[in-house]
């Protein structure tokens, strides 16, 4: 299976990228000649995270039956700082959960992320060869 993408300069530090038929637009700030107009390639690696473990835990908390009024992750990285290129060394995932008696179904949780982090976000997989992914569980009633 080959996966693509396409990219288009638009001027400047500015693309135009196209990803299944979807724009996604990508800049830089200022200060490296963009518009900040954009978000950054690298953090969109971030977002890719979040967006594949989230939908992982979504679906496997459907199928346990685990009712959740709201569902947020951020994802934090810290890279290196020497030299270029800057590279992420570790990823930490904050999971943070709304709903009544989530902290009841804490078990269930911990599951539908460890089987996202273990077998199914391939993100995370990726990712995981580049440095550690850990994460952290917050729950909290409505």
Not at 57 to 85: C, I, N, W, Y
Request: hydrophobic share 40%; glycine share 8%.
């Amino acid at each position: 299976m080959i996966a693509s993408v396409n990219l288009k300069w638009t001027g400047g530090m500015s693309f135009d990228g196209e990803v299944d038929g979807f724009k996604v637009p990508l800049d830089t700030d200022v200060d490296f000649g963009g518009g900040n107009s954009a978000p950054r390639p690298k953090k969109l690696l971030l977002l890719a995270l979040a967006g594949c473990t989230a939908m992982d835990v979504v679906s496997l908390l459907r199928k346990m039956r685990v009712e959740v009024d709201d569902f947020v992750v951020d994802v934090d990285a810290g890279q290196t700082e020497e030299e270029h290129p800057h590279v992420y060394k570790w990823f930490k995932i904050i999971y943070k959960f709304k709903g009544k008696d989530l902290n009841n179904q804490m078990d269930k949780l911990k599951k539908a992320i460890d089987l996202s982090m273990t077998k199914y976000c391939g993100v995370s997989a990726m990712l995981a060869k580049v440095g550690p992914v850990s994460y952290d569980i917050k729950v909290s009633d409505n």
